[in-house]
Structure formats: structure tokens, C-alpha cells
């Protein structure tokens, strides 16, 4: 059965929890309402919803770049509700924005070696494993990052933020304008992420392909949970199909 508002997950507590968050941008109106998305060590969380519904405004809200008017975030049990996303960044959690995620005119090896900026150890495993998982940006590490395809660009935003080793990966859209194979090639490498033990929480136009990845899904309509359930059970529930997913 599919839960209303703020079903919390099974088991022990999440390992990156943003509950019950209402806010919106500087003087603005709210455009979460009691929204609460979480997602646990290892697992991949997605956020659907339509057009307008607060997706994105949600993701940001967990990385610290929305004001708060009520709720909390906890990363690993520790609240953050007060840091910036830079002290975010430096406590696990990385960022991969829908648009203006690369640096075009650096070569595909120095927009990896910014994602590095913080870490102050030998970061050469860490280029090996992006490169191992995306080996396509080993082919072209020499060439400036702007004269990438859509799909090679996203590797290189999602390759940046895994430079900093974070405990935590944020993509917003990361399908957004690619073709349909290259987004199942995402969302494949996506999954070789999360069973490495990092947590991913994904924004996606794509619903019906990301709740099929998904350990847990949040559907969100007008800043708040619609349902909230695992992926499978939402692609299974027939008001979820006809209301979201297209029947």
C-alpha cells in the first residue's frame, strides 16, 4: 500500500534525511510544504512529481541553498539544518546540478582535478576509479570539456562531484536532453555508484525509467509528498500510473 506524506523508511534511521521542510527563496513564498525526502546508506532515492511540483527547490533545500522557515536536515545522524553547502560538501555530500555543472573550457582531467578542490590527499585513485567507471572521459581527458557530447558532459559533472568522495550524490535532472540510450547508460552507472556504498538522491523527468532503479521514490505535488513508497511499488500502484506515469 502506497503511504501518504512523510512515510519514514524501514529499518534503521536514514543516513541523509531532509523532514519536514517548508521553506522557499529569500522573501518568497514557501514552495515546500512539510516535504520530507530521505534516502539510506547505499541505496538510490528518486523525487518525481510534474512540472512545478517542487523537485528540484526540494533537492536544494537538502544541500543547504533554501531557507528553512521550519524542518531540519541530518546527514549520518548529525543535524545540518545550519551549514552552508560548502560545509555540506566537506561533510560527504556532492552536488550535481542540472545546468552549468562543467567548466567547457577546461579539459575533462582539470574540471575532475576541481572536484578535488577540498581534499588535501593523493587524488589519482580516486580519477582512476571515475575513469574506470565512465572510460570514456579516459579517452578524451586531454580535450576541453565544452566540445563534449550531452551525455559525456553529465559524466564529467557526475566524475567531478566523485572527486570529492562524498558519502552522498545529488543529481538534478542528469537525463535531462540526452537520448534514450545514453540515459540507460546513466542510469546504469548510477547503479555501479550506489553499490559502492554511496547514497543517491536524484531529481528526474524520467519517472517511470528512475522509480525502475529506485530503492525508494517520492512523489511530489506542489511542495509536498503525494506518495511515498519503493519504486516498485509505485510503478505498481495504478493511481501513481494514471495520475504520473502516463498509465
Not at 57 to 86: C, E, N, W, Y
Not at 103 to 118: K, Y
Not at 150 to 161: E, N
Request: aromatic content about 4%.
Amino acid at each position: 500500500m502506497t503511504e501518504h506524506a512523510s512515510a519514514p523508511l524501514a529499518g534503521d534511521a536514514p543516513f541523509l534525511i531532509g523532514e519536514a521542510m517548508s521553506g522557499g527563496y529569500g522573501t518568497g513564498p514557501d514552495i515546500l510544504h512539510g516535504c520530507t525526502i530521505a534516502v539510506n546508506r547505499g541505496e538510490i532515492a528518486v523525487i518525481v512529481g510534474p512540472n512545478g511540483a517542487g523537485k528540484s527547490t526540494a533537492m536544494k533545500a537538502v544541500f543547504g541553498m533554501l531557507d528553512l522557515h521550519s524542518g531540519s536536515v541530518r546527514l549520518d545522524g548529525q543535524d545540518i539544518t545550519a551549514l552552508s553547502p560548502q560545509e555540506r560538501v566537506s561533510r560527504g555530500m556532492g552536488f550535481v546540478p542540472q545546468t552549468s555543472n562543467i567548466f567547457t573550457s577546461m579539459t575533462v582531467e582539470e574540471n575532475l582535478e576541481m572536484g578535488a578542490f577540498l581534499r588535501r590527499d593523493d587524488i589519482r585513485p580516486t580519477m582512476e576509479q571515475v575513469y574506470d567507471l565512465f572510460p570514456i572521459l579516459r579517452d578524451k581527458r586531454r580535450q576541453p570539456a565544452g566540445e563534449l557530447s550531452g551525455g559525456q558532459r553529465q559524466q564529467v559533472a557526475v566524475g567531478r562531484a566523485l572527486m570529492t568522495k562524498p558519502s552522498v550524490l545529488m543529481l538534478d535532472e542528469p537525463t535531462a536532453g540526452v537520448s534514450p540510450i545514453v540515459m540507460d547508460e546513466l542510469f546504469d552507472r548510477i547503479i555501479e555508484i550506489a553499490r559502492t556504498g554511496i547514497s543517491i538522491l536524484m531529481v528526474e523527468q524520467n519517472a517511470r525509467q528512475a522509480l525502475e532503479i529506485a530503492h525508494r521514490g517520492y512523489v511530489l505535488v506542489q511542495g509536498a509528498n503525494a506518495y511515498t513508497d519503493t519504486g516498485k511499488a509505485l510503478l505498481a500502484d495504478p493511481e501513481v500510473r494514471r495520475t504520473f506515469l502516463g498509465g
